[in-house]
């Protein structure tokens, strides 16, 4: 195998694949990242749950295939030169890596070992501008839950319905729902639930800015995202995922709208008591045009107020703080609606417009003498 | 007590005493910080080796004294808003702190428990400006040992004569000295050892800009270092500090120069290899205006060259790539001068002028075959 190619394409194609890698895999194939010349360069990484695979422009003088350890790869282009970096490996597998006056001489392994990823059979495709899908994820994945003896929930939903996208995450505590009209959008409806973790590193992957497409390619059991020059391979999760419908309130009591950042540094500031260690509610009271919360532990006694738009009368609801602030942190409008029905009934956060996101978030019960 | 003072003015003074609280200690008094209202306020921290004294702006209505847990008084004033914070204790140590619309009820200890801090009998003061302090800490320090069988290298030798102070700070491996005539220095000569751990905080808290003025007073037994509205207080170390001269070359074979920032690249690459498991040497061969660089361990090779000015004879020598780049990293110049006796001699890096600064890195023995 003998190549060269630009070091910052190298570099961010190694970053990229290596996502999929091992860390820490008792089979030393896995901490492996597989280069494959053919007319093209293409770096593989896969961890058994997850596979990834990039291409890099590259000019090719002879084909061929090894793996080298990701990290050590990655260390050593990120230190070379801005400049082109030159691969051969002879037949023993001893691999020169060179640019600049640096030369790098390491035993590659052989690619045989390396595990083959999943053929997608995929029925369908569902393109969708990559910034859209990032922030779909972004506003979801949060809730999804870390419980692994209810698999079905540790993944985000994919629900396409008449051309609308819909994403939820539900781990018990709270749900998180996100909404989008697609064009281009396949005809058929369809739903399929997607790993967390795998979510959480496309999310990584996907660009801000720019109109790049993305396509989600869902199979049977696999599903294939093609990110540009990327292509990421995942398991689906089977079972049956929460009506999620029938979770939401249909009616509420009240709907008042308040300043997204402020509800949130005002609940930072409470739950600055609760700890690891101290995980006690924190106790919001509606009054009126005022949110108050209050949040006593062993360590001490917090307040602090929120005006609100709207009014309530008195009403008091224990929340665990770190799910309220979680959905909070994910809305991305400066005005939110809270939607409250009781002191046992779940909040609803929503945009004052539209129902591009929908976050629920159940109640704690409070101790009656606090 | 009974005080109110700016939220930023609070914080920082918070920030700097609790460098010297513990943040994991047995005795709960000691993770706390210590609230004087007389007719200033003074923050105090003091892990028993070492005590931060701090004095803030304050509006004192009511003297007193309580002791507040350093971490939660800094996670609690860091989210107030920017205004006024008013801070109340009643008789039964209940502490109120307001700000804005914010309200905490926090139980403070009493300060009776707090241990005292050192008074230090400075039998002299040693005035100089924050920045020179700084860069002589940050110069040397990194070259401490952190073997506790001899306490006397695990500090810095701070050694005054004519008027010029030496800082020196030794491990057996390497060795580190930084020199600067000070103005207004006492008449005097005199030597002490100030602990590394006290040294790095000292230089965390020391101003790089301005033209502030820190004083060093060295006593008998303990050292204060007065720095602006700040006092830190830390035991000065006992013992008999190694004969620094006498370790340095009294001359040299070959004398050259070399671009610091382009050794410092090379010699972090070809220590890519490197790694807590395999701990090869760097093999550094000078020939010609040349310095060659290798490393060989069980991962593979590394090469690379850097030229220098100036030629050396053909000579091999190892190194801990570790204590060859600290050094190199600490020099505050573009061009720095490498002093080569022989393969069994320790090189030695300055200035290519004056004597603001020497390092002297020991070589590691190569085998023959490699």
Redesign the interface.
């Known amino acids: 195998m003998k190549f060269s190619c630009e070091k910052s394409a190298f570099l961010d194609a190694i970053s990229i694949a290596s996502r999929a890698v091992s860390t820490k895999s008792t089979i030393a194939i896995l901490e492996g990242l597989r280069l494959t010349a053919t007319d093209t360069l293409t770096l593989s990484g896969y961890d058994l749950s997850m596979g990834i695979r990039t291409q890099v422009d590259a000019d090719v003088l002879e084909p061929g295939e090894i793996v080298l350890?990701a990290k050590?790869l990655g260390?050593?282009v990120r230190?070379?030169?801005n400049d082109v970096v030159y691969v051969e490996t002879d037949d023993k597998l001893l691999t020169t890596i060179k640019c600049g006056?640096?030369?790098?001489?390491?035993?590659a392994s052989a690619s045989d070992d390396f595990p083959a990823m999943p053929e997608v059979d995929a029925a369908c495709e569902i393109p969708m501008h990559e910034k859209v899908l990032k922030s779909m994820i972004n506003q979801t994945v949060f809730a999804v839950s870390d419980n692994q003896a209810k698999p079905i929930h540790t993944g985000c939903l994919f629900e396409l319905t008449d051309g609308k996208l819909t994403v939820v995450a539900v781990d018990g505590f709270r749900l998180s729902i996100r909404r989008e009209m697609l064009e281009n959008a396949p005809a058929e409806d369809m739903k399929f639930v997607v790993p967390g973790t795998a979510l959480r590193e496309i999310e990584r992957i996907l660009h801000e800015d720019g109109d790049s497409v993305a396509t989600v390619c869902p199979g049977e059991k696999h599903i294939l995202f093609a990110l540009g020059k990327t292509t990421l391979v995942c398991r689906l999760i089977d079972g049956e995922f929460l009506n999620y419908n029938a979770a939401i309130p249909a009616s509420f009591e009240y709907t008042v709208t308040a300043d997204t950042r402020e509800l949130i540094?005002?609940l930072?500031?409470v739950s600055?008591?609760v700890s690891e260690k101290l995980k006690n509610p924190v106790r919001i009271t509606f009054d009126g045009s005022v949110m108050k919360m209050t949040c006593i532990t062993a360590?001490?006694?917090?307040?602090?107020?929120c005006a609100i738009n709207g009014s309530v009368d008195p009403l008091e609801i224990g929340f665990n703080s770190r799910y309220l602030l979680d959905a909070l942190r994910a809305c991305s409008d400066d005005t939110i609606q809270l939607s409250i029905k009781g002191a046992l009934n779940p909040i609803v956060i929503t945009p004052t417009e539209g129902e591009k996101y929908t976050y629920l978030v159940l109640p704690v019960r409070l101790k009656a003498d606090a």
């Open positions: 350890s050590l260390d050593i230190k070379l030169p006056r640096s030369v790098f001489n390491l035993v540094t005002c930072e500031r600055l008591l360590v001490g006694k917090s307040y602090d107020e």
